[in-house]
């Protein structure tokens, strides 16, 4: 793993645990008084504008914003990055309508989850329920993952240091106060991490001021921008199709919509949100552009870094280090909440416990965060894994969420759909080197399929996976 080490080692350390500690004593201090169950699942449906805005955006940026759309635009172009960044807001655009369904029709619930029981039944409900705490649990690993690499990439920290405090800090406070906690900590996260994003931003065109612009990237690598350029296609709509539908199965979202004062709060909040969101991911997508056509050997997932600290400045480390540990404990208390209401709303339909579903809801987590840690102090890349999580998703999205505007599908019918979608995604799902798939070259030779196939398997895995349901959805 490359290492710049601008930061010393101990410095590193005592930054790092002196943010996150400070996150942990604010959230239990404000919590102290929020103590019942309603408070830790909704936040006593009682939040205001500005906190659900801040905390929908906080909630939605974590440390994979300086890794992902960077990564992402330096193979996939334009497309890449416009697909990234749409894909990053468009759920909140439509949780826009959905929401307010939902807080119309299932007034008095909590999860999607506790509402997908209530619309199919105890099959259906048991295959999302899942898929949505697989899907979070990577989440989670990822982002434990992405800034413990960053810290080591700036000051040498070995890995499992920086994992171990901010897991743990974000334990604390998150399990004590649940979501009271985690929106206000989001408050907090949201301004420093805006205010830090703007400096690092500012920098980052100031550095490179004669490059940050189409004009540089149209000389340097013109395929990046073309329209004959397939990627610029594929990976847009993959990145776009993947990023919408999981976090639309993000628990940490329907908290929040659950968690709104009224319906008037909630679209506000959600469509100042988009706004946000859309411009952010946008910029750090476009740097990747920037980065692999100033130096064709940039390591992708570190092409942020490489525009922004080729001076190796000590300021612009400690920012970034601080940028880091703020979007990456404002994202982990949103997951560890959102699992954890998961477990106390909807465990009882699945585990039978004698005590209380709260504690066991804590102690599952632990056990989740345990196995954060082990992957993230091996430093192993989770993007696979991750792809296959976004399959999950896409292979269910459509057919729930089309359900409650349809009353023609069923649970047997519904579950067929998922299975279909499933089955046809991961045909195609390409091998860890992406060089093959099940159907494509283990089945059948690649020679049999077009080259638009062979070559865009991803692409072609997610399609299937979201779109092949539809099909289904008129069987008897």
């Keep these: 793993m490359e290492q710049i080490n601008i930061i010393s080692q101990p410095s590193s350390i005592i930054l790092t645990l002196s943010i996150s500690i400070i996150f942990a004593i604010i959230g239990i201090t404000y919590s102290k008084k929020f103590q019942d169950l309603n408070n830790y699942l909704v936040a006593n449906r009682s939040v205001g504008v500005f906190s659900l805005t801040t905390s929908f955006v906080s909630s939605a940026l974590g440390a994979w914003i300086l890794f992902g759309p960077a990564s992402a635009a330096t193979w996939g ?31 008095k619930r909590k999860t999607l989850i506790e509402v997908i029981r209530i619309r199919f039944g105890s099959k259906l409900f048991k295959l999302i329920l899942f898929l949505s705490i697989f899907y979070m649990t990577i989440f989670l690993i990822a982002e434990v993952t992405a800034v413990s690499i960053l810290i080591k990439y700036i000051s040498g920290t070995d890995l499992w240091i920086t994992a171990l405090i901010v897991i743990f800090s974000s334990l604390v406070y998150t399990l004590y106060g649940g979501l009271r906690a985690s929106i206000f900590t989001d408050n907090i996260q949201f301004i420093v991490f805006g205010l830090l994003l703007l400096i690092a931003f500012s920098y980052l065109i100031s550095f490179n001021s004669n490059e940050f612009n189409f004009a540089f990237i149209e000389l340097k690598k013109p395929n990046l921008l073309s329209s004959n350029y397939i990627p610029n296609f594929t990976a847009g709509l993959t990145f776009f199709i993947a990023v919408a539908a999981t976090n639309l199965f993000h628990q940490g979202n329907w908290q929040r919509v659950y968690a709104a004062k009224n319906n008037d709060v909630l679209k506000k909040s959600l469509i100042i949100s988009f706004v946000i969101i859309i411009p952010v991911v946008f910029l750090m997508g476009f740097s990747g552009l920037v980065a692999v056509s100033q130096n064709n050997n940039v390591i992708p997932d570190l092409s942020f870094f490489y525009l922004l600290l080729k001076e190796q400045s000590i300021a612009l480390s400690i920012i970034i280090l601080v940028l880091a540990i703020s979007l990456t404990v404002s994202s982990i208390d949103t997951l560890i909440n959102a699992i954890s209401s998961l477990i106390v709303v909807d465990g009882k339909k699945v585990i039978k416990f004698k005590g209380n579903y709260l504690n066991l809801s804590k102690q599952i987590i632990i056990f989740l965060s345990l196995i954060a840690f082990f992957v993230a102090s091996k430093g192993l890349s989770i993007l696979y894994l991750f792809l296959l999580a976004d399959l999950f998703c896409c292979a ?81």
């Design 77 to 107: 172009g334009i497309g890449a990055v416009i697909g990234y960044a749409l894909g990053a807001a468009f759920p909140l655009f439509i949780l826009i309508y959905l929401g307010k369904k939902f807080r119309i029709s299932y007034s």
């Design 396 to 476: 269910a999205v459509l057919t729930v969420f089309y359900s409650f505007y349809s009353k023609s599908l069923n649970e047997k019918n519904s579950y067929i759909s998922i299975i279909i979608g499933l089955i046809a995604g991961i045909l195609l799902f390409p091998t860890p080197d992406f060089s093959k798939s099940l159907l494509v070259g283990i089945i059948f030779p690649t020679g049999f399929f077009p080259s638009i196939v062979s070559q865009s398997l991803l692409f072609c895995s997610f399609i299937l996976a979201t779109f092949m349901p539809i099909f289904s959805w008129k069987l008897k």
